[in-house]
């Protein structure tokens, strides 16, 4: 059974730092990894998506690495600014059968003090 | 472009009583999910619809139903609500076809409180 683990679960940085959060699974045939962030009292806002073809995404600060055989993945964020401040999921879904069973991580709370 | 729109946003239940939570989405997709959020459970699968006219039990689907209406909407209908059931549960809705297919859309929630 595919288990989506996320470590540290919460994580406090000053304003300006690179940072990365970590994502680990234990299946590695997978289909799509995806980042997710959610603010409080919010739904889950798309970040990034990674085939299982692709090693990497990138969107403006944000750099989403997957590395299947070691069943890792790492989004990267670059000079971390306050309104970075939310709790970050990330996703799995198995090799398709047509539908996108996602499993998640239980996320990183982030928080960015200015 | 609305995307995924859930209603209502807030419910307090009584033990017993039912409810239906709504679901729309306008991105012309297949799938529909129901998940719910739990702390420090993350997000489970309760059911979910791969098609118009199709629905499939996810990991926790006891005490719960669903409707696939149409390929707009989906409901979720809790029959006789209990406390283990507060929780908050979101709707979403994987892109299918040409780009990022996969890439999983959700709704705001919806916070159900069963007292």
New interface residues.
């Given amino acids: 059974k595919q288990e989506?683990t996320q470590i540290p679960a919460a994580l406090s940085v000053p304003e300006g730092e690179n940072l990365v959060l970590n994502c680990s699974f234990t299946d590695s045939a997978i289909?799509?990894l995806?980042w997710?962030r959610q603010d409080p009292?919010?739904?889950?806002?798309?970040l990034l998506?990674i085939?299982s073809s692709q090693r990497e995404q990138t969107s403006g600060r944000l750099n989403a690495s997957l590395d299947k055989s070691s069943g890792r993945s790492t989004l990267y964020i670059a000079a971390s600014q306050p309104g970075d401040s939310a709790t970050y999921?990330c996703?799995v879904?198995p090799s398709?059968s047509?539908?996108?069973?996602?499993i998640?991580?239980?996320?990183t709370r982030l928080k960015v003090l200015a | 472009n609305a995307g995924v729109t859930q209603t209502p946003k807030f419910q307090v239940l009584k033990t017993g009583q039912s409810m239906t939570l709504q679901c729309a989405q306008d991105m012309n997709h297949n799938s529909m999910y129901w998940y719910r959020q739990d702390p420090g459970m993350g997000l489970r699968l309760i059911y979910y619809s791969a098609s118009e006219g199709t629905t499939d039990k996810g990991e926790v689907p006891n005490g719960y139903n669903v409707s696939r209406l149409n390929k707009r909407e989906f409901s979720l209908r809790l029959e006789s609500a209990a406390p283990s059931q507060t929780s908050v549960y979101f709707c979403a809705s994987p892109r299918q076809g040409t780009g990022n297919t996969g890439e999983l859309f959700f709704g705001e929630g919806s916070r159900l409180t069963v007292l």
Avoid at chain 1, 104 to 107: A, K, L, V
């Fill in positions: 989506v289909y799509n995806q997710f009292g919010k739904g889950l806002t798309s998506l085939q999921l996703a879904t398709p047509g539908t996108y069973k996602y998640f991580g239980t996320g």
